[in-house]
């Protein structure tokens, strides 16, 4: 049962260009929503987050976009850079057992070319 | 202020031995999380350690074990290893919340 889904398994983006990255997930409970990005050999490293009782963060370049009503957010990259090149992971966060964790998506690999 | 940091970086075991991951905590942090991340998918929770208590557990089996110590160190422990036991292994570091975590690069594990 996967709750937090990232349809897309790669994406290519000019440089300079937008890119957009999207998630969706089925469980309602769902009260926080962190974007990771992750390099080859590296650990994820936080990227930007998004209360649930929010729909729009931004931070620099990057945008997070929540649409509760259909269970969607998105990530907006501005202007994509080819240092954006990795992979990024949706994940949100529910309280279970008097505990918050997080599930991640499968993951969109970003490629921005030069 | 340093990071996570996990030991080691690459190991490989055989079918039915057990291995030992360790994780030093960022500093300040008093809540570390453990995740799997098998080949082409998302990291899948394991378990959580507050105040070196288990304080969360995903879908794994009890030969999944872990430690939290008093400095908030951290170890995996999985006994019986099995070949779909190779992953990645990421140790998280963060405040107790929902805050997000720090993580380490990871411990590969190979099964043979």
């Known amino acids: 049962d996967q709750q937090v889904k990232q349809n897309s398994p790669s994406l290519s983006v000019q440089e300079g260009r937008i890119s957009i990255l999207n998630c969706d997930y089925t469980?309602?409970?769902?009260?926080?929503f962190l974007w990771y990005k992750k390099y080859p050999a590296e650990g994820p490293t936080f990227l930007i987050s998004?209360?649930?009782?929010?729909d729009k963060n931004e931070d620099g370049r990057f945008t997070v976009f929540l649409n509760k009503s259909a269970k969607h957010l998105s990530l907006h990259i501005v202007p994509s850079q080819p240092g954006d090149s990795a992979v990024y992971f949706c994940?949100?966060?529910?309280?279970?057992?008097?505990?918050?964790?997080?599930?991640f998506g499968t993951g969109t690999r970003l490629k921005v070319l030069a | 202020e340093t990071g996570v940091t996990q030991s080691p970086t690459h190991l490989i075991k055989t079918r039915g031995q057990q291995v030992t991951l360790r994780c030093s905590s960022q500093?300040?942090?008093?809540?570390v999380s453990w995740y799997q991340q098998a080949l082409g998918q998302g990291p899948q929770f394991i378990f959580q350690?507050?105040?070196?208590?288990?304080?969360g557990r995903g879908n794994f089996p009890p030969r999944f074990s872990g430690l939290q110590f008093p400095n908030y160190s951290s170890e995996l422990n999985v006994n019986a290893l099995e070949l779909d036991d190779s992953a990645l292994y990421l140790c998280?570091?963060?405040?107790?919340?929902?805050?997000?975590?720090?993580f380490g690069s990871g411990t590969r594990l190979t099964v043979v």
């Open positions: 998280a570091s963060s405040f107790r919340g929902p805050y997000g975590y720090t």
């Open positions: 469980n309602s409970m769902f009260d926080y």
């Open positions: 998004i209360s649930s009782i929010k």
């Open positions: 994940a949100a966060s529910v309280l279970s057992g008097g505990t918050y964790k997080y599930i």
């Open positions: 500093s300040g942090h008093n809540t």
């Open positions: 350690y507050y105040r070196e208590e288990e304080n």
